[in-house]
């Protein structure tokens, strides 16, 4: 293909004639392994901050499990202590995931994890962490990873990754940008974890009737399951043609398949038989189950949708009737007994917490449609397609 005016090929694709490629040991000043000898020893309670693998995440540290060292045990390996702006990257597990050392974490120690200590008169650490986590970066790990079960990623190969270099005022452009978009997903995830709690809290409160709706009042009835609905078997994939037809075919981790007929046509309340036993659906539509997925027909004026949060506080676990792959039984789960209001707060209830699923599920539309968009700009801007200065 033709190359556009202003731009040239290179190792790792078309860039702008005034960008470099250069080897990541040509822009830093060090690449090195954290401490990689015994620490268990030397924990303590306070000390000296230890990252591990676990707490690299893609562009930042995860300091919420973080552990201690001795100043005693860390003062030998002072060769190692970390600056603001290192990078760490793992080496097994997911290796090459990057990380940037904030400036609170100056001196702090790193276990068996890479250290990438930027050059600062050539890259921009921000930038460099943006492309070792990006597309292109992540591809340079996925072929050099070396080892057995347990892949893992070393210093040498490290220092060979091939970097494009834009001049500094454009990395710094760069680096903003992206970190803008980081922020935003990362407000968007501390909002959605925030309305889950919410919605936890909501659940206990209005499932169990310590927290009433406004207008009611009676008293709820305990009742067995079975007096509210009935629990029913699912049926062979077998027993249905598979095909492009309109009912899904539901199995305990979700939909498997179409079929050209359903087996059940009204709202039900689904609850594993074999497999995963403590994960409920809810389904609305005609639908097909197989025989691993207990479904349930409700009796009288009952409201599927209210037991259907119900079922997520019952601990299922503790009704599992086999000592391999777990297990429940039909008339074990009828048998369970809890607190029923009446039909109308049951859907008043149902409602409320329906309100609060949609407002999640479109703050997770959000926050996957903003994650797009930042692979497009990473596409645009960590390539030159797109220049900002």
Known sequence: ????????????????????????????????????????????????????NQNIKTGQLDDSDLLYVSPQYEVTYKNKRLRGGDLLTMRTGYPGVTAIVPPQYESAQSFTTLITRPNARRVESTYLCHYINSEWGQRFFTQSQIGGAQKNVNAGTLRRMLIPLPPLPEQRAIAVAL??????????????????????????????????LPGFHGEWQVKRLGEVLTICHGRSQNEVAVADGPYPILATGGQIGTASRAL?????????????????????????TVDTL?????????????????????????F???????????????????????????TAI??????????????????????????????????GRTRLV
């Open 1 to 52: 293909m033709e190359v556009r005016l202003g731009y040239k090929r290179t190792e790792v694709g078309v860039l702008p004639d005034d960008w470099d490629v250069v080897p990541l040991e040509a822009i830093a000043d060090r690449i090195m392994v954290g401490i990689a000898s015994a620490a268990t020893h030397a924990y303590r309670e306070k000390g000296v901050p230890l990252f591990r």
């Open 179 to 212: 970190s803008d978009v980081d922020a935003l997903l990362g407000a968007l995830d501390q909002l959605i974890a925030k309305k889950r709690d919410l919605k936890q809290a909501a659940m206990q409160q209005l499932l169990t009737g310590q927290t009433r």
């Open 264 to 288: 059940y046509d009204k709202a039900s309340v689904l609850i594993g038989r074999k497999g995963t036993i403590d994960r409920p659906l809810y389904m609305e539509t005609p639908f097909w």
């Open 294 to 318: 207990f479904f349930s027909v409700m009796n009288g004026s009952n409201v599927a949708k209210f037991f259907y949060y119900r079922f997520w506080l019952i601990e299922w676990m503790q």
């Open 320 to 346: 599992n009737e086999a000592s391999g792959v777990p297990s429940l039984n039909a008339r074990t789960i009828e048998h369970i007994e809890i607190a029923t209001p009446d039909p109308t707060e049951q």
């Open 350 to 383: 149902a409602a409320v917490l329906s309100d609060m699923d949609a407002e999640l599920t479109a703050l997770e539309a959000r926050r996957a449609k903003t994650r797009t968009l930042k692979q497009a700009m990473m596409q645009e801007l960590l390539t």
